[in-house]
């Protein structure tokens, strides 16, 4: 990037440049700024936080050797702190999406039976051990009630708790259950 020496206009390219004197001067190939312009050094941003500041740009430093590029770190405005975390839950979620598994209940209790001797009794029995009225009547509607299980939803996470199944062991039901 060029900076234009008299007026103090920066960045501009050699396209911008040429635009400028289109009308009184042609340029040669390969691409040499007039004497009123200065090639910029460039410079790499200092290092920073990403998740709390930012890099900006300066106006060129001038020394003896020319013109360098100069950078000053600052910290995030309220909106763009609010804008990178709302762009951090969406990749979390995406993620959370893109991991999880639908399969239906035959698949489900098959895999569960299959891999841990888990039957549905089982599942229903540790249904009845949750102690809010309200949280286990949710469970067992959503339990007896679905046709697809979905590996991340809240009634599979807390019958996997209760079952001792972990992470892994849910990754593996679930794409044992895909097969069959």
Sequence with gaps: MYIDK???DY???PADIISRHAH???FPVPFEAPEQYALVAPASPPAFVQTTHKAVELAPLETEEGY???WEVVPLSAEELAQREAERLAA???ARDAARVTVT???A???LFD???IKNEDIEGQINLIPDEFDRYRALVDWQGSAAIESDSPTMLKLAAGLNLTEADLHELFGYAETL
């Design 24 to 26: 009184n001067m042609s």
């Design 68 to 70: 360098l590029q100069q």
């Design 92 to 94: 979390e979620q995406a």
């Design 6 to 8: 008299e007026t103090g």
């Design 115 to 117: 891999m841990k001797g």
């Design 109 to 111: 209790l098959l895999a």
């Design 11 to 13: 960045p501009l390219s």
């Design 105 to 107: 209940k035959r698949q």
